[in-house]
């Protein structure tokens, strides 16, 4: 299996298990704080309306519940804000606690309503109902009024149950709250609230009469509309239904608990780590191989290689290695033998000018014309070789300067035929040319003729007298083909590898008449090259060889 694979299956596995388990653990502790949270929501609501109900139906007003909202706010948390129709907002937690009051929340608001729903028995069955609703009437608005009265006089009042569902309130503490009353300044007022035992003449008429009025419903809507009447007649004096509001915008919601979420994290880092070392075992035991031979091989150690038996990544890293220590060995050989082939080809010919020269100085030979052009023309060779090292150099270091144009390969190969005519003729070799028509190119036309200069130069080196040497232009595949041809020697198929090599030649020794200086060809190919183009070698031993250069044909204006 690949290494990319391997490691983005293992990443993948380690991201699925913490997300997994990251949105379990999320999705678990959120549901238990919700339902928590919900559960201790419902005790806090619950314990607001019940203690809020208790107060309207033990005090018989809303006076004072400010007290009781404070204490539940503190108690609960909860933002409560208190409101009824005729009074508006009677009390805000807010603003009793001391803090600026909040904007609400979005919760619906609760209903509270102390008033007692009674239930009166029909007509059907107790006769005398009206009468008994009329003075559960005038009982519950005597008792109420009183129980109020209590409330602002500072006593506290008992609320037991009476008959048909009529509270009745007493004075819990008549004569604690005489004595408190009278530590205050309060008696007068303690004193003041008398419950009233019998209401007036005229308002049990009223009573009466107003619950005779429900005898007319049918049976099952009168029982409905005794309690309307005794809600419709004790309005004036009970205690009206309170809205209650709680919550506000800006209420922090309970946090996620931290421990369970560490544990977890924990130990997916812990899986994280396992599978890194895993990891490193598999990618760091080749990598510190790597390491340790490519340091050998800084230190000239060019014979270092790696282990590379593995088809992932890693393995081809390391056949990749041993391919560029084999190469750099190879240019270092190369280098080596460069240098010795220099020596060689200079020591010689140096060596013979010494000689001369020495001769000279003693006397021994006389310095006559022919001497002196012999000479000259071993110079003109050391020259030669100097200078295509020189380009070549430029050349492979990618510096050699180039001037490139739009120009027309028929001249080109023109100018090579007409810059080697003298050479051709002096050798007994006929150079001619084969174009059809103007074949456009891009490049640098100066060392495109050199390039071909070399070719050609070669070719009439090798050519025996009487033979050819033919400079052929052809377009082919949105390519331009100069093909040299001539009819010479031909080369060995053993040799044709080693053509491009430097100072390499079949024939190893090297005249003033056909030897060259051993760079002509890999000048000539480092120049096609330069121009994305190739040489391409046919020959045959005792019938020729061809050289052809193909290189990209240029776009053609129209």
């Known amino acids: 299996m690949s290494f990319r694979v391997r490691v983005f299956a293992l990443i993948l596995l380690v991201a699925v298990a913490a997300t997994a388990a990251t949105a379990w653990l999320t999705l678990r502790q959120a549901t238990r704080q919700v339902q928590e949270s919900a559960a201790a929501d419902r005790q806090d609501v619950a314990r607001i309306t019940d203690e809020l109900l208790r107060y309207g139906q033990t005090h018989g007003t809303w006076d004072g519940v400010a007290g009781t909202v404070r204490t539940l706010a503190r108690d ?31 919760a619906p608001p609760l209903l509270v309503d102390p008033r007692p729903e009674p239930a009166f028995p029909d007509w059907e069955f107790f006769p005398s ?3 008994v609703t009329a003075s559960g009437i005038g009982d519950y608005v005597a008792g109420v009024t009183y129980a109020a009265c209590l409330t602002r006089a500072g006593h506290e009042v008992t609320v037991s149950p009476g008959d048909f569902g009529v509270p009745v309130f007493t004075d819990a503490g008549k004569d604690a709250g005489k004595e408190a009353g009278k530590q205050a300044g309060g008696a007068a007022r303690a004193g003041a ?44 004096v009970a205690p009206q239904p309170l809205t209650v509001h709680l919550g506000a915008l800006d209420d922090a919601g309970q946090s996620l608990a931290v421990g369970p979420t560490v544990a977890v994290s924990a130990g997916v880092a812990a899986a994280v ?17 790597l390491t340790d031979a490519s340091r050998g091989l800084g230190e000239g150690d060019l014979g270092r290689r790696v282990p590379s038996s593995g088809k992932d990544e890693i393995g081809e890293l390391g056949r990749s290695f041993n391919r560029m220590a084999d190469s750099l060995q190879a240019s270092e050989e190369r280098q080596r033998r460069l240098v010795g082939d220099i020596a060689h080809e200079l020591r010689t010919p140096l060596a013979n000018l010494r000689g001369y020269l020495e001769a000279l100085r003693d006397g021994v030979l006389r310095a006559d014309a022919e001497l002196l052009d012999s000479l000259h023309e071993e110079v003109l060779l050391q020259q030669r070789i100097v200078d295509d090292l020189q380009d070549l150099a430029l050349a492979e270091a990618g510096v050699l300067t180039y001037h490139r144009g ?21 050798a007994g070799v006929r150079l001619d040319t084969v174009a059809t028509g103007p074949v456009p190119l891009h490049g640098d036309p100066g060392r495109l003729r050199q390039a071909l200069s070399n070719l050609v ?3 009439v080196r090798h050519t025996a007298p009487g033979g050819s040497v033919r400079l052929e232009l052809a377009e082919r595949d949105e390519t331009v083909r100069i093909t040299v041809r001539d009819t010479g020697s031909g080369i060995a198929a053993a040799d044709l590898p080693h053509l491009f090599d430097r100072f390499w030649r079949a024939d190893a020794a090297r005249g003033r008449a056909t030897g060259g200086s051993g760079l002509g060809l890999s000048i000539a190919r480092q120049i096609v090259a330069d121009h994305h183009g190739t040489i391409e070698v046919a020959s045959e031993v005792g019938v020729g060889t061809a050289f052809t250069v193909v290189l990209p044909a240029a776009q053609r204006h129209l």
Do not use: Y
């Open 76 to 106: 609960t948390g909860q933002r409560i804000r208190i409101s009824s129709d005729p009074q508006g907002q009677l009390a805000d937690s807010d603003a009793l606690l001391g803090r600026e009051p909040r904007p609400g929340g979005t």
């Open 273 to 289: 780590l396992a599978c890194a070392l895993l990891l490193s075992r598999a990618v760091l035991r080749p990598v510190r191989a």
């Open 129 to 131: 109902v009206a009468k």
């Open 406 to 426: 739009e120009l027309d390969a028929r001249e080109l190969i023109e100018a090579c035929r007409t810059a080697h005519s003298a050479l051709a003729s002096a």
């Open 193 to 236: 609230c008398v419950k009233e035992e019998n209401p007036s003449k005229a308002a049990f008429t009223a009573d009466i009469e107003a619950v005779n009025a429900c005898a007319s419903e049918l049976a099952d809507a009168r029982i409905a509309c005794l309690r309307r009447t005794f809600a419709e007649r004790t309005a004036a």
């Open 457 to 459: 130069g070669n070719a």
